[in-house]
């Protein structure tokens, strides 16, 4: 990627003389607000980073290469305190704000700040517990969440697999993985929420909001914490939650793989079609295939396999062998020992593992390399259709277009994520069988327009310019896939959830403080 040129700290000299003269320079270079504020809010530790800082040009880009920012500045924050001062700061300089957990968002929605403020929360990653209730604070990411909750307690969240995906903005967008089946959404243990938030004089107020407060405001924007996405309302710095489940003291692992060479388009269609056919008799709430969370990875045929990951965590570990045979195609035999880069090959043992559970979580992060990447998404209500999977094989087997990076990920859903309704929390997508993640990486930014058009057209083939519109079939898309390539995204990610967001985004950011290209909008007027 070619760097940004840095503007010179003379240059910048406008912006600081502008914060000295609000009195927004303490004494340790962090915005304060003035000695009252000083006085009710623990004074900040951290100093913000500024461009001529060393540490300025690695952190102003996330996972995804593809996007680079130009803040004025970085604030690191380890406490809510300092959020609440940060983001005050900010607010009384007219300087915009986004805010990083992980740094895992797939589109340029916090790196795209020029001139305005990022909020690392990074330092802000403690896990305890408290009253009965587990505190996961707002820098977390999902690796020392795991190894804190199983470690210290025996519990869980059922959330994703990449290690190093931050919390705060996993579980804003609902938070699923490779537990969901059994246990659910991340979203549905949740039992309170810590943000700082603007009103609409402009006043930083940091609040704990619980779904069973006497406010009715206060109950919306819990529930709109509970799937409606990050970057909305404010910035969280705690999430808690109730009744964690209980980790899985084994977990069975088995991957296997159908060589690209030796399949034909007929077994394409057929592993795709008994892939599919599968989840739609076995994703009920009681099924006993609950304990049984399986990705399909459909690389392109320059990947050489086609990859299947298996993950069952119940007491009846031979049901594995009956899913692959209800699933595996007539005439090709499949590997058991994958041979393709592949950030879910598991080391090369011949058939099913046995592990503890934490182990097992490890081995199957997919986090992979920092690339450039361009993804995209779709809830499955039903099969893949013929025409679907004949689109699948166009573009999957495309000569002129030879990337092993590009893939469709098929993930099993349902069972106890459907035993929630559609409206209890703000993720309406509670009727899904399979969960699709469109994805395609690559390295040199020279070749950014190759990528992305592939995938844009692969897309379009499959769903039509409104992308996957709720009907019969699908079920629209996820919103912790950002994809901004949707121009209908409003009902794509949140369907008839939508105007109750817009009403709780009016009570509780009037001023709009906190946006992005597809953040929640004011409702009109």
């Known amino acids: 990627m070619t760097p940004k040129i840095r503007a010179p700290f003379l240059a910048r000299r406008t912006y600081i003389k502008s914060l000295g003269a609000l009195g927004l320079l303490g004494v340790t270079g962090v915005p304060v607000r003035g000695e009252s504020f000083a006085q009710s809010v623990a004074p900040a530790t951290l100093d913000p980073i500024l461009p001529y800082d060393p540490r300025y040009t690695a952190l102003i880009r996330g996972f995804n290469q593809r996007f ?5 500045y ?10 609440l001062q940060a983001v005050q700061s900010a607010v009384d300089a007219h300087l915009r704000i986004t805010i990083r957990g992980g740094g895992h968002c797939y589109e340029d929605f916090v790196t795209n700040n020029d001139q305005g403020v990022l909020i690392d929360l990074s330092p802000l990653n403690a896990v305890y517990q408290e009253n009965g209730l587990y505190c996961l604070e707002g820098g977390c990411t999902l690796w020392n969440v795991y190894t804190r909750l199983y470690k210290e307690y025996g519990v869980t969240i059922p ?14 967008g609902g938070g699923y993985g490779l537990l969901s089946r059994k246990y659910g959404l991340t979203v549905d243990y949740l039992a309170a929420v810590e943000l700082v938030h603007v009103t609409k004089d402009g006043k930083a107020q940091l609040v704990t909001i619980r779904p069973n407060a006497l406010n009715p405001a206060e109950c919306d924007l819990f529930w709109a914490h509970q799937g409606g996405g990050g970057g909305n309302f404010g910035v969280v710095t705690k999430y808690w939650f109730k009744n964690l489940p209980i980790a899985p003291p084994v977990a069975y692992l088995t991957n296997i793989a159908w060589n690209w060479p030796e399949l034909h388009q007929e077994q394409f269609s057929q592993l795709i079609t008994n892939y599919g ?11 006993p295939y609950k304990d049984l969370f399986t990705l399909l990875r459909v690389t392109h045929k320059a990947g050489q396999q086609i990859i299947l990951t298996i993950q069952y965590v119940g007491d009846h570990p031979e049901l594995i062998d009956q899913f692959v045979q ?24 011949p058939g099913t593992r046995k592990l503890s559970w934490l182990e097992a979580t490890q081995i199957l992060n997919g986090s992979g390399p920092n690339q450039r990447g361009k993804y995209k998404s779709a809830y499955m209500l039903r099969p893949f259709t013929a025409e679907q999977i004949n689109v699948m094989w166009k573009f999957l087997t495309m000569s002129s277009y030879a990337n092993p990076q590009a893939l469709v990920l098929v993930d099993s859903y349902g069972c106890q994520v459907n035993a929630v309704s559609s409206t209890a929390t703000a993720i309406p997508q509670r009727s899904a069988i399979m969960k699709l993640q469109y994805l395609t990486q690559w390295v040199m930014p020279e070749e950014d327009r190759i990528h992305l058009q592939w995938i844009r057209d692969f897309y379009s083939a499959m769903y039509g310019p409104a992308g996957p519109y709720p009907d019969e079939n699908v079920d629209g898309c996820y919103v912790n896939y950002a994809d901004a390539d949707l121009t209908n995204w409003q009902f794509l990610y949140h369907k008839n959830n939508y105007p109750r967001l817009q009403r709780t985004k009016a009570r509780w950011d009037p001023l709009n403080i906190f946006h992005h290209a597809q953040s929640i909008e004011l409702p009109p007027g």
């Open 74 to 83: 970085i604030q690191l924050c380890a406490s809510p305190q300092q959020v």
């Open 68 to 72: 680079e920012g130009d803040p004025s």
């Open 277 to 287: 056919n599968f989840f739609a008799g076995h994703s009920a709430v009681d099924s």
């Open 326 to 349: 209800a699933i595996a195609p007539q005439g090709i035999r499949y590997v058991s020992q994958p041979t393709s880069q592949d950030p879910h090959r598991l080391p090369q043992t």
């Open 159 to 172: 959330a994703g697999s990449c290690y190093s995906v931050g919390v705060g903005g996993h579980i804003a």
